[in-house]
C-alpha cells in the first residue's frame, strides 16, 4: 500500500497545480501530451522491446490509451468549466467505478468491497458537499468518463500482470503504458490542440516538469504496480484519499476556505473504509 500512498501525495498536489497553473492558460491537449511525452522518455529506453508476450503489449496499448490518454484529455478539459474542489469532488465515484469493474471481470459480487467504496464516497461527500450550483452538468460527465477509463486501466493492468507474469521487473514493460497514451494524447493534441495557448511562463513549464516526472511516471508506474499488491476493495478506496489531502494541500498553500470539521471527519470515513474493505479478504488457514 506505500506505493499507492505515496502516489496519491502526488495526486494530491497535482489538482491543484492543475487547476492553478494550467487551467485557463495552457491548451489542455498539449498539457497531456507534453506529460506523456516526459514520462516516455523516462520508460522507453528501460523497456525490454523482445521477450514480450505481444499479448501482454496489446494490453498495456489499451491500458495505456484508457488509464492515462482518455482520463486526463476529459479531466484537463472538465477543468475548463469546474473549479479545483468541483473536480475533487466529481472524482469521487471512481471507487464504484474500479469495485464494479474488478468485481465484473471476476465474475463475482463482493458486498464488503462494495460497501467500502460507497464508505469512501461517503467520506469524500461529506469533505466536498455544497450545493454546487451553475451548469456544470458537462463537466461531470466528462469526469464521470475519466473516472470510468482511470478505474478500467488500473483494474486491466492488475489482471493483466496475473495473465502474463514475467521474471522482468515491472518498468522493464511499463514503456508500452506511455506509447498506448500517446496513441490518444497526439491526434488529440493535433485535431482540437490550440498552439496559441502553449506556456508563455516558467512556472507553467515547471508545473509540466513535475507533473510529466513525477505525477506521470514515477506516479502512474507506482499506481499501477502499487495496484497488483492489494485486494480490489482496497484498491478502490485508496482512489478516493487523494480528496482530503488534495483539499489539505489547497488550504496550507493556497489558504483555501475550507470547513476543517468536514474535512477531519470525511478523512476519518474514508479511513475507516479501508478497514472495511478488508473484511472481505479470506485469510488462510494456518497448518
Not at 5 to 12: D, E, K, R
Not at 132 to 160: C, M, R, S
Not at 193 to 198: K, Y
Amino acid at each position: 500500500m506505500g506505493y499507492l500512498l505515496f502516489v496519491t501525495l502526488i495526486q494530491a498536489l497535482s489538482f491543484s497545480l492543475i487547476g492553478v497553473y494550467l487551467a485557463g492558460h495552457v491548451d489542455s491537449y498539449f498539457a497531456v501530451l507534453i506529460r506523456v511525452v516526459l514520462a516516455g522518455l523516462v520508460f522507453i529506453p528501460l523497456t525490454r522491446w523482445r521477450q514480450v508476450e505481444p499479448g501482454f503489449m496489446r494490453g498495456m496499448l489499451l491500458i495505456g490509451a484508457l488509464q492515462f490518454g482518455i482520463t486526463y484529455v476529459c479531466l484537463y478539459l472538465s477543468f475548463r468549466v469546474l473549479t479545483v474542489p468541483e473536480v475533487l469532488l466529481f472524482t469521487i465515484l471512481t471507487p464504484l467505478h474500479v469495485t464494479l469493474i474488478e468485481d465484473a471481470l471476476n465474475r463475482r459480487f463482493n458486498p464488503w468491497a462494495l460497501l467500502a467504496a460507497l464508505v469512501a464516497v461517503l467520506g469524500a461527500g461529506v469533505i466536498r458537499y455544497d450545493g454546487i450550483d451553475g451548469n456544470f452538468l458537462g463537466g461531470f460527465l466528462l469526469l464521470q468518463v475519466a473516472n470510468f477509463t482511470y478505474a478500467a486501466g488500473q483494474v486491466l493492468y492488475k489482471h493483466l500482470v496475473a495473465r502474463y507474469p514475467s521474471d522482468l521487473p515491472h518498468y522493464r514493460r511499463f514503456g508500452y503504458f506511455y506509447l498506448g497514451a500517446l496513441i490518444i494524447a497526439l491526434p488529440a493534441f493535433l485535431m482540437f490542440g490550440n498552439p496559441q495557448h502553449l506556456p508563455d511562463a516558467p512556472q507553467q513549464w515547471l508545473v509540466l516538469l513535475f507533473l510529466g516526472l513525477c505525477s506521470t511516471a514515477l506516479g502512474m508506474y507506482w499506481w499501477n504496480k502499487g495496484a497488483c499488491l492489494v485486494s480490489g476493495g482496497t484498491l478502490a478506496v485508496m482512489n478516493n484519499l487523494h480528496v482530503p489531502i488534495g483539499l489539505l494541500i489547497n488550504l496550507l498553500i493556497w489558504n483555501r476556505h475550507e470547513d476543517l470539521g468536514r474535512l477531519f471527519i470525511g478523512g476519518a470515513v474514508i479511513v475507516a473504509s479501508v478497514w472495511i474493505s478488508r473484511l472481505g479478504v479470506k485469510k488462510p488457514r494456518l497448518t
